[in-house]
């Protein structure tokens, strides 16, 4: 697997982390490798599972040059890679909370995880609470003897609200519970959870890793004290990524650091314009001065990425569709972290104890590859159809 050139830096792991060619004749990518049945050499071997690889649900040499590179940018002890961003959010929480657990997960969070917390895991007698994104420290305050898992995601979905994470991670820890991250959107490059005490970091790898809008992935990385559990989660449930998914994922690994400057410098450049103007009423990303979350996103963050939201200065949901709808370069989509630039209309309603009146319609945006220009031009586009 990948040669120990002992510590580098992050740019040089995207390039060359996770496979060396002289462990497959020289090619410089490696082997996409298909399997459900991997033969053993002879009957003592197999009774004992006696090699490295045993069955296609246990790991190929290509999800382990992905998970190692993974493990390198996460600092992590073992990663797994699972189907989609979503399932990358659902097996761990599965691996890690019983029946009559407390979890506490922040109400900023990225919706369909609120979905399976609020069905399923209640379903399956959970006891889930929600907790405000600004909370730190003070969440000491909420946990239970029963509380397993803290979930955090920073910055929150679609206001981009910061965490405490250490303070988070401190106090979780002394009520014996395990702290989860869903990290998609710094990526391991702009923040890496495990070294602020978090256990388990999250990505949705259909995002930046991927970056074409044409994968679904999700990553799983855990430090020792978590990884045999994830593991043996994975192992049980079954939900393992298909070959063709994992190597594109690991073929956009190596150009993600050079797409995600771009996203980076674009957004912000865009982000300070926007700020400046009359019909925003203010602009959702925190590595603005003026974000609530700047303090923290400065001490912890080493850099921010592409999507982030405005809020319109006034109107409704008639405005909103009008600003989207005059939008030429934006398509109107779900999901992010592709080359191209996105906008939809954000929907808070499903947040309970962080509830805001922003004031006016709130839309994110994902800021891509095009020149900022067009982008800048696009939007003053939509801008303009709000006084029409
Ligand atoms: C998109 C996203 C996911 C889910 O990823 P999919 O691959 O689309 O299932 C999870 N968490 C966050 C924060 C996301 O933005």
């Not at 009008?322 to 996105?342: P, T, V």
């Given at each position: 697997?990948?040669k120990?050139f002992?510590p ?8 060359h982390?996770?496979y060396d ?8 990518n490696?082997p996409v490798?298909?399997?459900s049945?991997v ?6 071997t197999?009774a004992?599972r006696?090699?490295?690889?045993t069955?296609?649900t246990r790991g190929t040499?290509?999800t382990d040059a992905l ?11 073992g990663?797994?890679?699972v ?10 929480l599965?691996g890690?909370?019983?029946a009559?657990?407390h979890?506490?997960l922040v109400?900023?969070i ?10 399923m895991?209640k ?6 609470e929600y907790?405000?994104p ?5 969440i000491?305050?909420?946990m ?9 995601e ?6 981009f609200?910061m965490q405490d994470?250490?303070a988070?991670s401190?106090a979780?820890h002394a009520g014996?519970?395990?702290v989860?991250?869903?990290?998609t959107w710094a990526?391991?490059?702009?923040f890496?959870p495990?070294?602020h005490g ?6 949705a790898?259909?995002?930046y890793?991927?970056g074409h809008s044409?994968v679904?992935l999700?990553?799983?990385s855990?430090n020792e004290a978590?990884?045999e559990r994830l ?5 049980t449930?079954g939900?393992?990524?298909g ?6 994922v690991?073929?956009g690994l ?9 996203h980076?410098e ?5 982000a300070?314009?926007?700020e400046?103007?009359e019909?925003v009423?203010?602009v959702?990303?925190p590595a603005?001065?003026s974000?609530?979350?700047n303090a ?9 990425s ?5 809020v319109l200065a006034k109107?409704?949901q008639?405005?909103?569709h009008?600003f989207l709808?005059?939008?030429k370069i934006?398509g109107?989509?779900?999901s992010?972290?592709g080359?191209?630039s ?12 962080s509830?805001?009146?922003y004031g006016?319609?709130?839309i ?10 067009d982008?800048k031009?696009?939007i003053?586009?939509?801008l303009?159809?709000l006084?029409?």
């Amino acid at each position: 697997m990948t040669k120990d050139f002992g510590p580098r830096g992050p740019n040089t792991v995207l390039t060359h982390g996770g496979y060396d060619p002289r462990d497959y004749h020289g090619f410089v990518n490696p082997p996409v490798v298909h399997a459900s049945t991997v033969l053993f050499k002879d009957a003592a071997t197999m009774a004992s599972r006696g090699q490295k690889y045993t069955y296609g649900t246990r790991g190929t040499p290509t999800t382990d040059a992905l998970c190692e590179a993974i493990n390198e940018l996460e600092g992590s002890v073992g990663t797994i890679a699972v189907p989609s961003g979503l399932a990358a959010v659902t097996i761990p929480l599965l691996g890690f909370v019983s029946a009559c657990d407390h979890i506490l997960l922040v109400d900023s969070i990225y919706n369909p995880t609120r979905r399976f917390a609020d069905t399923m895991l209640k379903r399956l007698g959970v006891e889930v609470e929600y907790y405000e994104p600004g909370l730190g420290a003070a969440i000491a305050d909420r946990m239970k003897p029963n509380t397993s898992v803290v979930f955090t995601e920073a910055p929150g979905s679609n206001t981009f609200d910061m965490q405490d994470i250490p303070a988070i991670s401190k106090a979780a820890h002394a009520g014996g519970a395990v702290v989860m991250m869903d990290n998609t959107w710094a990526t391991p490059l702009y923040f890496r959870p495990l070294d602020h005490g978090v256990d388990i970091s999250i990505h949705a790898a259909t995002k930046y890793p991927a970056g074409h809008s044409d994968v679904l992935l999700g990553t799983v990385s855990a430090n020792e004290a978590c990884w045999e559990r994830l593991w043996d989660t994975y192992l049980t449930t079954g939900v393992c990524a298909g070959p063709d998914d994992v190597y594109q994922v690991l073929r956009g690994l190596r150009t993600m650091g050079l797409r995600l400057e771009r996203h980076q410098e674009s957004a912000l450049a865009l982000a300070r314009w926007l700020e400046g103007r009359e019909d925003v009423a203010q602009v959702l990303h925190p590595a603005l001065e003026s974000h609530p979350g700047n303090a923290l996103f400065k001490r912890d963050f080493k850099g921010s990425s592409g999507i982030f939201s405005i809020v319109l200065a006034k109107g409704g949901q008639r405005e909103a569709h009008a600003f989207l709808d005059a939008l030429k370069i934006f398509g109107l989509g779900y999901s992010w972290g592709g080359y191209e630039s996105l906008a939809v209309h954000v929907d808070l309603s499903d947040r309970t104890v962080s509830k805001k009146d922003y004031g006016g319609p709130v839309i994110r945006l994902q800021i891509g590859l095009e020149d900022v220009a067009d982008i800048k031009a696009d939007i003053e586009r939509g801008l303009a159809a709000l006084s029409a």
